[in-house]
């Protein structure tokens, strides 16, 4: 695990460097302060380690990968940014959230700036002489991953208010709300990495199968990982979020637990987690998240079968099985 | 005055077009109708219009402008939304703002969705045939816009806090947030019309002083208007806004004046309206504001100088005109 975690942090640096040039220029100072704070504060970086390997993997530079990297990483924290605004949640990284420093006017202003910064970036991609049409190729890609980004929110927050969710739906929703910018990122590495057609493919479906395992990690995480992510155990239970366990104890209870399932989940109180985890274990729930998440690393993994064998390749593998067995 | 309205209408057709194509696959349905309740409302279209224009000017295609045209309402379309919250303005365009009628999270989210589909609309315009490198400049110049529009709405936020705003720092601040996406319109429409670089250069400096002069004028109508615009006259001077009148008065006032306009400002009343227009007006901060406004409008109509006679020539010159007269 601890050489996965050095992998990411191993274009960090580059990465960062990209992105403190892309916004210290922005005025005023409060606007500059608040679009960088969630940068400064870290994260993992696993999109921009994904789109400089899968650069790599189809036998690109790394240094002409970097700026799309920054770019997914802007739009990755504008999304955070916009994101804990509307779920109105106060820490991020372990820091408070732009929002609680800055308020909302200015949150949803810094959220908005690296957006667009994002775009700036990938843009000045093709100063790094990629081809113009690869520019715009990696450029659609990325616009496409931030359209889903925000259906993917909508379907999460429409989902709040009803249990009629279906495990498709579910699927599709966290497919957008996570998968898509994932994959957009091993998908705009393999195009600026001048990829073929059937590379760039398998790329994007292994980003698409390792963002539903990711998304369904974090959901598995959230009910039995540690608190030093800085979420309690069971928070998703508290605020009844429909999760892959939820959904799949909803479908398989008997009326008596299906319905007592719900009322749990409506009481948004801490109390009902026992419970209602009792519930989710009586029908497999937990079990079953797992297996579905680890279908998804296999496909992953599978869908690079087709690419020749590299040190990005193996690396690619790695982050895949990193993906299910994370812990935060 | 007529004939310029239906200028801006003539386009307003075809670029609906484009944006609703745009729009209409959006899921769910709530995200859907939140980014288009304000297209719906209507609007001036007048970044379109510009945009078209420049391309007709410079002899391009009007078809393969307008995806670009349909670009330009959509970013200004998504900063209005976001506007709105962060100014906490109930109406827009005689409608309900989106936050309004949806909520805060919402509205975030429909603003972020135009402002991905600006760019996969603008993205497009490489189907139509437009060399490659020209819609990397075209996206280059709105993106450079919207970091712009970030920035102009961050300095008129950090500017409701202070009268130490000097003209020099008004005339940044609303060249960010309004000249600069009017200026990326004539830009785009340049580029995209396959403008050689000084008329690049002449049609940007149009756009830059016309957007300007239209910032000036907006300020103007709040003090003179009609009240037909949906907001009531005199109400940037209750919200104690550090427009150009009210910082030309500022500079040119007795330090008795000087000190009771502050403390007219800042009272935040409505009973404040007529005697802060007696300062302004003793001090010819209306006529300043007016002097300022055309010297932008002649400024945008000598740029054109360098470009071939054509109807859409005629037409930006009409346009300027029509900035500065316009009553709402």
Request: net charge negative; charged share 30%; glycine share 6%.
């Amino acid at each position: 695990m601890v050489d996965v975690i050095e992998i990411l942090k191993r274009y960090s640096e580059d990465v960062n460097k990209e992105i403190d040039e892309a916004l210290n220029t922005l005025e005023p100072e409060t606007l500059r302060d608040a679009s960088t704070h969630l940068v400064k504060a870290g994260g993992k970086k696993l999109r921009p380690a994904l789109e400089v390997l899968a650069c790599q993997a189809v036998g690109g530079e790394t240094e002409k990968a970097l700026k799309a990297a920054a770019s997914l990483e802007l739009i990755h924290t504008f999304s955070l940014i916009h994101d804990d605004i509307m779920d109105n949640d106060d820490t991020r990284r372990g820091m408070p959230a732009v929002h609680k420093v800055w308020g909302e006017p200015m949150a949803i202003l810094a959220g908005d700036t690296l957006f667009a910064k994002a775009y700036e970036t990938i843009i000045k991609t093709a100063d790094d002489n990629i081809p113009y049409e690869r520019v715009i190729d990696a450029l659609r890609v990325e616009v496409d991953a931030c359209i889903k980004i925000c259906e993917g929110q909508a379907l999460d927050m429409e989902f709040e208010d009803t249990f009629e969710v279906s495990e498709e739906d579910y699927l599709n929703m966290i497919y957008k709300k996570t998968g898509a910018l994932i994959s957009a990122a091993t998908s705009a590495g393999a195009i600026i990495g001048g990829a073929s057609t059937y590379q760039i493919e398998a790329l994007t479906n292994y980003g698409k199968s390792l963002g539903i395992a990711f998304q369904i990690q974090d959901d598995y995480i959230d009910l039995t990982g540690d608190e030093s992510i800085g979420k309690p155990v069971g928070s998703d239970l508290v605020e009844g979020k429909k999760t892959i366990m939820v959904i799949h104890a909803l479908q398989k209870a008997n009326p008596e637990d299906h319905d007592r399932l719900i009322e749990l989940l409506t009481a948004h109180d801490e109390s009902i987690i026992p419970e209602a985890m009792e519930i989710l274990n009586k029908y497999g729930a937990i079990n079953y998240a797992r297996a579905l998440a680890y279908d998804n690393v296999i496909h992953a993994k599978e869908s690079l079968t087709l690419l020749p064998d590299s040190e990005a390749k193996n690396t690619l593998m790695k982050l895949a099985d990193f993906v299910f067995n994370r812990k935060s």
